[in-house]
């Protein structure tokens, strides 16, 4: 069994996207990559991804149900059934990953070289506070045990108790472990763009420079 496995939502920038999923098969080979693609992506660039990712062993899922971009712009009616959806397809990516380990993985994510250390904890990321975004790292089977016990109004509840649950997964993610009696640490494994250039860290999270002109206008970067 493979210790660590990689999980891709949806990502409409696929220059960056291969990028960050070849640094995984150099840096982390024989590791299991999962991606979900959904009618969010046009037709175009579907074809691509699926030509292309099953030639380099990367398992594509394909969802009917759109889940695109989680924007902070838009209320919770909108966002909650596409942060719904996001959970349960990880869910999924659990059950079919063998892993001990998932690495929840961007387009804006890549390796740098072999990760070294993993953490002393159920979940990690690359935040003391805010929690666990791209590049975050987690135990798949207590993923399954907690997920699978929620109530089934929790997402909204949370949503409705933090307005910043409706458009980032990150905090979320964190609250879903720690409410449930885990603790939350920073990986010595992850540096994002404005925390310096350690260079010991494995996984960088930031790198928008392969991201398409008219993507990085529509979302103000």
């Known amino acids: 069994m493979s210790s660590i496995g990689y999980f891709y939502n949806l990502h409409v920038n696929f220059e960056a996207f291969l990028y960050s999923v070849m640094s995984v098969k150099m840096f982390s080979p024989g590791s299991p990559v999962i991606t979900y693609l959904d009618p969010s992506?046009?037709?175009?660039?579907?074809?691509?991804?699926?030509?292309t990712l099953p030639m380099i062993d990367v398992?594509?899922?394909?969802?009917?149900?759109?889940?695109?971009?989680?924007?902070?712009?838009?209320?919770?009616e909108v966002n909650t059934p596409k942060m719904r959806e996001y959970f349960s397809r990880i869910c999924e990516a659990c059950k079919t990953l063998d892993t001990e380990w998932i690495i929840r993985m961007e387009d804006d994510v890549h390796l740098r070289h072999?990760?070294?250390?993993?953490p002393s904890t159920v979940c990690a990321g690359n935040h003391e506070i805010y929690g666990m975004g791209g590049g975050s790292i987690f135990k798949r089977e207590r993923f399954l045990e907690i997920y699978e016990s929620l109530p089934e109004d929790w997402f909204e509840k949370k949503i409705r108790n933090d307005g910043t649950c409706s458009w980032a997964a990150d905090g979320l993610m964190k609250q879903l472990f720690t409410d449930h009696g885990e603790t939350y640490s920073k990986w010595v494994e992850i540096i994002e763009d404005w925390q310096g250039t350690n260079l010991e860290a494995a996984v960088?999270?930031?790198?928008?420079?392969?991201?398409?002109?008219?993507?990085?206008?529509?979302?103000?970067?």
């Open 41 to 51: 992506i046009d037709n175009e660039l579907q074809i691509k991804y699926m030509v």
């Open 59 to 76: 398992s594509v899922k394909f969802k009917n149900t759109k889940c695109s971009y989680i924007d902070q712009k838009d209320g919770a």
């Open 114 to 118: 072999p990760i070294k250390h993993l």
């Open 204 to 221: 960088h999270h930031g790198n928008k420079t392969l991201y398409d002109k008219e993507y990085l206008k529509f979302r103000g970067l």
